[in-house]
């Protein structure tokens, strides 16, 4: 055995290897060269005995140097076929994601959870009322007689049921008989309900679905939903109302708006006050949205009537506060540019996954 | 309503333009917008009526404001032709509805033509000139804000009474409606009839027309609820109804005839005789402490009193020391409050600087409920659902349908009293209604449409309403069903709800496939239920959420991760198609063995070679224990005795 037969062999191996395409070629290649029984360079250490010990000395390390070479040549042409073959198959990285189906928020939902988290964070607490009313805690209560014209500002829809609530009113320690029901016109019967449980100082906002009687258009439905609030204490001032309304409103529409108080009537607060805040569109340049005025009304407020507080079972002037109330739609509408109240009750889903 | 800017510009002379008192009106009295040319919109609000629906209370306004000279055209009496009120009476017989009553008798008047100026004032807020008298009438309304009304007195017979209508008496009114009135009605009559609805319309009979010579003016307060409700109850609404429905004061009687006999005498040429006055209770002054200090209390800003002394003069108030005396047709000045709110808006809220408010700190909290409520919305957007928000009112025929889980079958539909139409004329009882549709409405444009809802349904139980809110959760989609039942699982847990069963039901309503229903129910108590939709492939559920906040359990322990590894065991068998799941995999668990984990079914199917009435079911059972590794005989064991027990209760092909 001379050593030209080995370096003969190591090129014959190392050129085999190379040219290999294929893992099966490559396996059948490493039993060639040195499979247990056959291969050729076993065959040849198997021979190994037969030479004298300085040949022995000298083919041997030759050997295990080639069995060596042969088994990382084959390692490396396996990797580099892998390799070859994770590249032809490599995934497309620029095609689109995939889209995973996930569910939407309704965005009254987004805007009412904005709302409570601003008054949440100015702590203020959260909590809610039933939509079926009484006359006393939607109306009598809140300083709206029957027969007024005041009660023309909210249009009602009676109920047809024989469910007569007695109505007590702490006013005269008596009860008297405000029964019919109704589909509440507005969330301030909340502020008598929570009165009648709690005691001064607190700070509440009452989200919630009310109805009106009215024809639809793009800005009016039979069902929406209002946003009210109320602060009473022993000290609480119109000036405090500006502070929080006006911090509200930064927060609500994360810019330095202005906001702007205008005089109003609602019966149930005395003075009473209309809301603007800086049209959030135009800046109060004037656009569209806001009809070029430059603001934009979206709040009734006003410092709370001593006759709801007496309603409520509060002594005359125990405690003074604010309540205001707001549309969650039109503050919507405002925040999303929709231009059509009737698309938050459409159930279309087009419009839903948008938020 | 509507004004006109050149009139109150003659009672409120000054340099300002129509813009400039469009803006400063907003910002200190009522929302106004300029209609163009002479006409203005002026929202007067419900309770300043008595002093500011009319020409004088805007001028007045006005004044204040630019802080003008005010010349008010009602304050000067008449010159009267007669020193005598002549030959009629007047006779209040109800002055709980009519509190006074003033007429004059006049002679000499020749019915000419309405002056330019006067017309143009009609015009621009939108009255129809109808003759010099009438006019006079309309015009004194607008102007001073009290509704008068003219007698042809030659048809008027003996005097003037003010007294509720006899049952059955009839009138026609001059624009020639006829009506048969009841004893809740206020008339004013004659000696034989009634002539005028008292504070709403006049009567034909007593017509003024153009030959009239004599008048008899009449001006009155009444009492404003009864006139709101009469005017509603006849159908017959009218500028003076409008007027007199609002809390007007007495005290503008006496200017609106004032002023309406002075005109008379320069326009038609009257002579008058004096007004008879039946006032029995005059309007007292109301006297307010008046305290600066009061008001800083409330507006939270320093208020002065020579400061706020000098806003309310221009307004008409009067200060005496500590006292304030309320102009009359101030009605709606009270209290403490409305003075404060005058000062307030005359300052103009602009100056108000905003005041942080010094309070103790509390915990600030949310209802159980509206935080219960969040907690599923986040939960069901993350799993693909997304929320709508349908109407409260439905038809009719929407309820009544949902199974008789959360609505009760004794319940009743609860009914509008005045509803809109057919299709919104009754309160909801379920939200399935709602879902269904959008189920429906939403498949054209999607492969599948999952929807949930939260809202309040109602019902009228034994008389008293039942108002719930219900989380309700639809799906169109292959195996909905199942995938609303896994999810409704999924939900429970993160809820806290533990121990919850589902149990088959049969119903026979509306939306769902027969015996494709399952109650849910914590300890007995039915919250809810799912079901498999009958008119489209899907599935649709409905959860009391009260209920089941009642039930939940937010505390949650940590259970130790297993440290040794489980074993799963497959066990296929034919059975009987009519056995349900639900009993094997009780059994299953409930065969009296230690070491199962979970047991669920894996595979299921159904073909002609299993024969008509079988099924192949495949249940994988995991072991565990959590002390030690379990053996391959343990195993078998538990796995034998499982087997058994499936055996032996049900007719089984093992494979």
Redesign the interface.
């Known amino acids: 055995m001379q050593k030209q037969d080995i370096a003969h062999l190591a090129q014959e191996a190392k050129k085999s290897i190379q040219s290999a395409k294929t893992a099966a070629e490559l396996e059948a290649l490493r039993v060639r060269f040195i499979g247990r029984k056959d291969g050729e360079v076993t065959k040849l250490m198997k021979q190994l005995p037969a030479l004298s010990v300085e040949d022995r000395r000298t083919v041997g390390p030759a050997l295990n140097a080639l069995k060596n070479e042969v088994e990382q040549l084959l390692t490396a042409r396996v990797k580099d076929l892998a390799d070859e073959a994770d590249r032809r198959q490599a995934i497309d990285v620029t095609m689109p994601g995939k889209k995973v189906a996930t569910g939407h928020l309704h965005p009254l939902t987004l805007v009412e959870r904005e709302i409570r988290d601003v008054f949440k964070a100015m702590n203020f607490s959260v909590v809610e009322g039933p939509e079926v009313e009484s006359e006393h805690y939607n109306f009598d209560a809140l300083n709206i007689p029957a027969n007024h014209p005041a009660r023309d500002m909210w249009d009602t829809f009676w109920l047809a049921t024989s469910d007569k609530r007695q109505a007590t009113s702490k006013k005269n320690n008596m009860s008297h008989v405000a029964d019919r029901l109704l589909l509440r016109t507005h969330t301030s019967p909340v502020q008598i309900r929570y009165m009648e449980q709690h005691q001064p100082p607190f700070q509440i906002v009452v989200p919630g679905r009310v109805f009106r009687y009215e024809a639809t258009d793009a800005s009016h439905e039979i069902n929406f939903y209002q946003v009210e609030g109320l602060m009473v204490g022993k000290d609480v001032t119109l000036a405090n109302f500006k502070f929080v309304i006006g911090e509200f409103f930064k927060r609500l529409f994360k810019k330095d708006v202005s906001i702007r108080l205008r005089p109003s009537y609602f019966p149930f607060v005395e003075p009473g006050l209309d809301v603007d805040v800086e049209c959030v569109k135009c800046g109060g340049k004037g656009c569209n949205i806001c009809k070029d005025s430059g603001w934009l009304e979206v709040m009734g407020a006003g410092m709370v009537h001593p006759h709801v507080f007496e309603a409520a079972g509060y002594g005359p002037h125990e405690y003074q506060g604010f309540a205001f109330g707001l549309g969650l739609e039109r503050i919507a509408m405002i925040k999303y540019n929709i231009p059509d109240i009737r698309l938050f009750y459409s159930g279309d889903l087009r419009f839903i996954k948008q938020f | 309503m509507k004004f006109s800017f050149s009139l109150i510009k003659r009672i409120a002379p000054g340099s300002y333009g129509k813009e400039e008192l469009v803006e400063r009106l907003?910002?200190?009295?009522?929302?106004a917008v300029d209609l163009g040319g002479d006409v203005l919109e002026i929202a007067v609000?419900?309770?300043?009526f008595a002093d500011a629906a009319s020409h004088i209370g805007i001028a007045r306004e006005a004044a204040a404001i630019f802080n003008l000279p005010f010349s008010d055209p009602a304050e000067k009496a008449p010159k009267y032709a007669y020193r005598d009120q002549g030959v009629f009476r007047v006779n209040i017989k109800n002055s709980k509805l009519c509190r006074r009553y003033m007429a004059a008798y006049v002679d000499g008047v020749s019915v000419k033509k309405t002056p330019e100026w006067m017309k143009g004032v009609l015009e621009s807020c939108g009255l129809r000139s109808i003759n010099a008298v009438v006019d006079i009438m309309n015009y004194v309304m607008l102007e001073v804000g009290q509704p008068l009304h003219a007698f042809d007195a030659e048809k008027v017979s003996g005097g003037l009474t003010v007294r509720n209508a006899k049952k059955g008496e009839k009138i026609e009114t001059i624009d020639n409606q006829k009506f048969t009135l009841d004893s809740d009605v206020l008339v004013i009559a004659d000696a034989d009839k009634p002539l005028a609805i008292a504070g709403i319309k006049g009567g034909k009979s007593s017509e003024v027309t153009l030959g009239t010579k004599h008048l008899l003016v009449e001006a009155a307060h009444f009492d404003?609820?009864?006139i709101?409700?009469t005017s509603r109850r006849l159908g017959l609404q009218t500028d003076a109804s409008?007027r007199f429905?609002?809390a007007l004061s007495p005290a503008l009687v006496e200017r609106g005839m004032n002023r309406a006999l002075q005109l008379l005498q320069e326009i038609v040429g009257a002579k008058a005789h004096r007004p008879a006055d039946d006032y029995p209770r005059p309007q007292s002054k109301e006297i307010l402490p008046f305290s600066a200090t009061a008001m800083q209390?409330?507006?939270?800003?320093h208020v002065t009193a020579d400061g706020a002394a000098r806003l309310l003069k221009k307004l008409g108030f009067a200060i005496r020391g500590k006292k304030i005396e309320v102009p009359l047709v101030r009605t709606d000045v009270s209290?403490v409050?409305?003075i404060?709110?005058e000062v307030?808006?005359m300052k103009g809220?602009?100056a108000?600087?905003?005041?942080?408010?010094?309070?103790?700190?509390?915990v600030?909290?949310?209802?159980e409920?509206?935080e219960f409520k969040?907690q599923i919305?986040d939960f069901?957007?993350?799993?693909?659902?997304?929320?709508?928000?349908?109407?409260?009112?439905v038809a009719e025929s929407d309820c009544s349908r949902s199974p008789a889980i959360i609505r009760s079958r004794d319940g009743k539909v609860?009914?509008?009293?005045?509803p809109?139409s057919a299709e919104?004329a009754v309160?909801r009882d379920s939200l399935a209604a709602?879902l269904v549709?959008?189920l429906k409405?939403?498949k054209r444009?999607?492969d599948?449409?999952?929807?949930?809802e939260i809202?309040?349904v109602?019902q009228?139980l034994q008389?008293?309403?039942s108002?719930k809110t219900v989380l309700g959760m639809a799906i169109a989609a292959p195996e909905g069903f199942f995938e609303v039942k896994g999810i409704v699982d999924m939900l429970l847990k993160r809820l806290g709800v533990t121990d919850y069963t589902l149990a088959p039901f049969d119903n026979a309503d509306g939306y769902l496939k027969p015996l494709g229903a399952l109650t849910i129910e914590i300890g007995r108590k039915s919250v809810g239920y799912i079901g498999s939709l009958a008119s489209l492939e899907g599935g649709l559920m409905e959860l009391d959420l009260g209920m089941l906040l009642a039930e939940t359990d937010e505390e949650r322990e940590y259970a130790p991760i297993a440290k040794y590894p489980a074993i799963e065991r497959d066990l296929s068998f034919l059975v009987d198609q009519s056995v349900r799941v639900g009993e094997i995999l009780a059994l299953m668990q409930g065969a009296g063995v230690h070491l199962v984990e979970d047991v669920d079914l894996v595979d299921w199917y159904q073909d002609e070679k299993l024969g008509d009435h079988m099924k192949s079911l495949t249940f994988r059972i995991v072991f565990r224990a959590d002390d030690r590794t379990l053996t391959d005989a343990e195993v078998d064991k538990e796995m034998a005795a499982i087997t058994k027990a499936v055996v032996d209760k049900f007719d089984v092909e093992l494979r």
């Open positions: 907003n910002l200190h009295s009522f929302e609000t419900p309770n300043r404003s609820t009864h709101y409700a409008a429905a609002h209390r409330l507006l939270g800003e209290d409050e409305d404060a709110e307030a808006r809220y602009a108000l600087t905003a005041q942080p408010p010094h309070v103790a700190l509390g600030a909290s949310e209802d409920l509206i969040d919305r069901l957007t993350g799993v693909g659902y997304s929320e709508t928000y349908n109407y409260s009112l609860i009914h509008l009293a005045n809109m919104i309160l709602g549709k959008n409405s939403n444009f999607f599948a449409v999952r929807v949930f809202g309040h109602f009228e008389g008293k309403v108002e």
